[in-house]
């Protein structure tokens, strides 16, 4: 079983950037195309950003031009580097495989909140 640890959030004013890390047990990592996923308060979580084992990215339209994506494979970490922040980013931010039918067990998330 995979385990998820996110990390990195916080509180930010509008424009203002955070870079988050998610960390995986065990070596499937390197082999799983993953993504980033949000769940904002009253809304169902969303994929936000997902990349493939070999680094092809693709972006929700909400994101793109402001959100990277990027992987360490030799280091099991999935990262999310977010620039000119909204208020509506705020959320909770989660890590996990893509592509799949069955994900993984939810870490529990790291909650991002920007200010206007």
């Known amino acids: 079983q995979v385990q998820l640890v996110e990390s990195g959030g916080g509180l930010v004013q509008a424009g203002g950037s955070l870079r988050l890390s998610c960390a995986a047990s065990?070596?499937?990592?390197?082999?799983?195309?993953m993504g980033w996923y949000r769940q904002a308060p009253g809304k169902q979580r969303e994929l936000v950003a997902s990349i493939s084992r070999s680094g092809i990215t693709n972006y929700a339209d909400s994101v793109k031009g402001r959100f990277t994506i990027s992987r360490s494979n030799a280091q099991n970490t999935l990262y999310l580097q977010m620039n000119s922040l909204k208020p509506e980013d705020t959320a909770v931010y989660y890590c996990n495989t893509h592509g799949v039918r069955n994900l993984w067990s939810w870490g529990q998330g790291t909650q991002v909140t920007v200010s206007s």
């Open positions: 065990g070596n499937i990592f390197r082999i799983s195309a």
